[in-house]
């Protein structure tokens, strides 16, 4: 396309300098054929250089869009530092784009295979239940119809868990929201951890704000969150150990912070940049990894943030602020 414009320009300049040359004739005829050719020539030269400023990127950008519809989500587009300000610009937003949806992508093959592995395990074990009843090799009694039951059971909160994040991700999850008092909802979450704790040889320490005021948010929901928190608190700590739970009002007088601290081993350096990440787990977790995942959108939702750390000396501690009103939509 450039070298056809450039063509039919010089064409046409050529045509105009011949017929301006004949008309004037003489000395003074080939003094403005000269002047007329610089002119021209000086002309084409700067078109010219302008027209690659902005042909040249976008050629690169119509070739690299053309390889992102093919599926080819690993394509950039260098950014010429000679071109236009608007041209790299655009050539930015779409490096941006293109590394989006390469992550999204990435992110969606990796979400399926986690899945998948997730759901295997509990199937086997129902699967293999029931062919060894049918088969009489176990009784259909208690014991094995029960294992079966239980399997079913994870396959059922992982679903929902899948489920939940899912909306929260989206945007589309619907909270409750009513004046709730965070001592009781603590103290509930607590006495139902008691029996796990006790079981685990682990100690429970509240230390809550004396007359804390109520806070708008979605108790259901954020009993979830403290749910998921402590349990990942009580599944790590030690026997003999504490897991402390404290509430306490914001400095602003506007938040509410709560955290769940353990004495356990910590949160391998490794994993400490994606603990909040679906599927995020060490090797040695029995978990599914979805808990912290589910844990911060549910916070992000209701306008608050949430932060793990883990000290060089061991333990992990999980916080996480709540504005005590609504945010406006």
């Not at 989500?73 to 010429?80: A, K, L, N, P, T």
């Not at 009694?141 to 994040?165: F, N």
């Not at 804390?212 to 030690?238: C, H, K, Q, T, W």
Request: net charge negative; with cysteine; glycine share 10%.
């Amino acid at each position: 396309m450039r070298r056809g414009f450039l063509w039919r320009t010089g064409c046409l300049a050529a045509a105009v300098a011949t017929a301006l040359g004949l008309s004037a004739g003489g000395a003074g005829g080939v003094a403005l054929l000269t002047t007329f050719a610089v002119i021209v020539l000086l002309g084409l030269a700067f078109v010219g250089r302008t027209v690659r400023r902005f042909a040249v990127p976008f050629g690169d950008l119509i070739e690299a869009a053309g390889r992102v519809e093919a599926g080819d989500y690993g394509v950039r587009v260098r950014e010429r530092p000679w071109g236009p300000l608007p041209v790299r610009a655009l050539v930015r937003a779409f490096n941006g784009m293109a590394a989006h949806l390469e992550t999204d992508e990435r992110q969606r093959r990796t979400l399926l295979a986690d899945i998948s592995h997730e759901l295997r395990t509990p199937l086997s074990v129902v699967q293999g239940e029931i062919e060894a009843m049918l088969d009489g090799v176990h009784a259909a009694d208690e014991e094995h119809l029960g294992a079966a039951l239980d399997e079913t059971r994870v396959l059922a909160r992982l679903i929902e868990d899948l489920r939940t994040l899912a909306l929260a991700e989206a945007g589309t999850l619907a909270l409750h929201r009513e004046a709730t008092d965070p001592t009781v909802l603590v103290e509930e979450v607590a006495r139902a951890f008691g029996p796990t704790a006790e079981a685990a040889g682990v100690s429970m320490a509240l230390d809550v704000d004396d007359d804390l005021p109520l806070i708008d948010i979605d108790p259901v929901r954020i009993r979830e969150v403290l749910s998921n928190v402590l349990a990942n608190g009580l599944r790590y700590a030690p026997r003999g150990s504490r897991v402390g739970i404290a509430v306490h009002v914001g400095e602003d007088r506007r938040s509410m912070r709560f955290a769940v601290e353990d004495a356990g081993p910590g949160i391998p350096p490794e994993l400490r940049a994606h603990v909040f990440e679906r599927f995020a787990k060490s090797t040695e977790s029995r978990g599914s990894g979805l808990g912290l995942a589910i844990a911060r959108q549910l916070v992000v939702a209701h306008g608050g943030r949430i932060e793990a750390a883990s000290p060089p000396g061991g333990g992990t501690r999980i916080s996480f602020e709540l504005p005590l009103a609504a945010p406006e939509p």
